[in-house]
């Protein structure tokens, strides 16, 4: 039988469990709860894993999922408590198969407008708490010669914005060393995808924009929706993909002079 061009067939070892354990942050948000969502629904017995500091939230969230499903509501700005925290995981639900690092904080505003201690944060949950996730997990992966990392970056790693100085460093931090974890882990039975989102409809992305000034080009801006993006997420983990970008319009962000368009005619932050 001939397969269609560009089609990989993975092996057994590469192809994501009946039943995985999945440790997915920020689901209180959008896109984190999109992705438990749809994990659920393909794998429903899968048992998974809500890190968020929002544990009502997370909470309700892991009713609906229903199935193996626990909350574990920390603070991921504290580093040091991570490795604990699955450790807990993997104490009542077995190994992390799957780990998504989703959770972020974005706050527009411009270099000398941001607190330090703001951005301090930022940078701790944006960039330090999933390197120390992936770091923990990583280990028990390799061991076990499987495991899927799925780390959510930005479009704004990628292209800067004016008044994402910080968040744009933290994705950027990000984006790199998940491509990098990719080529180290792929040998041993680990696959790593890296997810550059543009505006995606949610809390989020709502309290972006209300921190640039009304304006066409603000209006103008592709917004996503969450289910689509955890459909592309669980669909490019089935295939072994490199990277998922949505909206697809956001692919032109590859193209070199993308950001100087971005700098030049991107809407300005109130602070």
């Given at each position: 039988m001939v397969r269609a061009p560009?089609?990989?067939r993975l092996s057994a070892s590469r192809r994501l469990p009946l039943a995985p354990h999945a440790l997915i942050t920020g689901t209180s948000g959008a896109i984190g709860g999109a992705i438990a969502r749809e994990l659920r629904l393909r794998r429903p017995a899968a048992r998974v894993s809500l890190v968020d500091r929002d544990g009502p939230t997370s909470s309700a969230l892991a009713l609906e999922l229903g199935g193996?499903?626990?909350v574990a509501a920390c603070d991921l700005a504290r580093i040091d408590e991570l490795p604990q925290v699955v450790t807990d995981?993997?104490?009542a639900l077995g190994p992390v198969d799957v780990l998504v690092n989703c959770a972020g904080i974005m706050d527009v505003r411009s270099v000398a407008g941001m607190p330090w201690e703001r951005a301090q944060t930022l940078l701790e949950v944006d960039l330090l708490a999933p390197l120390r996730l992936q770091h923990r997990c990583a280990e028990g992966m390799i061991a076990r010669g499987q495991g899927w990392i799925v780390n959510v970056s930005s479009m704004a790693g990628r292209v800067p914005l004016k008044g994402c100085a910080y968040y744009g460093a933290a994705?950027?931090?990000l984006a790199m060393a998940s491509e990098v974890a990719r080529a180290e882990l792929a040998p041993h039975g680990v696959t790593v995808l890296t997810v550059y989102p543009g505006p995606v409809a949610s809390g989020l992305e709502r309290g972006a924009r209300s921190q640039f000034p009304p304006s066409l080009v603000a209006r103008a801006i592709p917004t996503g929706d969450a289910a689509e993006?955890?459909?592309r997420i669980l669909d490019a983990m089935e295939r072994g993909s490199a990277r998922v970008i949505?909206?697809?319009?956001?692919?032109?962000?590859?193209?070199p002079f993308a950001g100087a368009v971005a700098l030049a005619f991107g809407p300005t932050p109130t602070s």
């Amino acid at each position: 039988m001939v397969r269609a061009p560009g089609r990989r067939r993975l092996s057994a070892s590469r192809r994501l469990p009946l039943a995985p354990h999945a440790l997915i942050t920020g689901t209180s948000g959008a896109i984190g709860g999109a992705i438990a969502r749809e994990l659920r629904l393909r794998r429903p017995a899968a048992r998974v894993s809500l890190v968020d500091r929002d544990g009502p939230t997370s909470s309700a969230l892991a009713l609906e999922l229903g199935g193996a499903t626990r909350v574990a509501a920390c603070d991921l700005a504290r580093i040091d408590e991570l490795p604990q925290v699955v450790t807990d995981a993997e104490a009542a639900l077995g190994p992390v198969d799957v780990l998504v690092n989703c959770a972020g904080i974005m706050d527009v505003r411009s270099v000398a407008g941001m607190p330090w201690e703001r951005a301090q944060t930022l940078l701790e949950v944006d960039l330090l708490a999933p390197l120390r996730l992936q770091h923990r997990c990583a280990e028990g992966m390799i061991a076990r010669g499987q495991g899927w990392i799925v780390n959510v970056s930005s479009m704004a790693g990628r292209v800067p914005l004016k008044g994402c100085a910080y968040y744009g460093a933290a994705k950027a931090g990000l984006a790199m060393a998940s491509e990098v974890a990719r080529a180290e882990l792929a040998p041993h039975g680990v696959t790593v995808l890296t997810v550059y989102p543009g505006p995606v409809a949610s809390g989020l992305e709502r309290g972006a924009r209300s921190q640039f000034p009304p304006s066409l080009v603000a209006r103008a801006i592709p917004t996503g929706d969450a289910a689509e993006i955890a459909r592309r997420i669980l669909d490019a983990m089935e295939r072994g993909s490199a990277r998922v970008i949505y909206p697809a319009a956001y692919s032109l962000g590859r193209v070199p002079f993308a950001g100087a368009v971005a700098l030049a005619f991107g809407p300005t932050p109130t602070s």
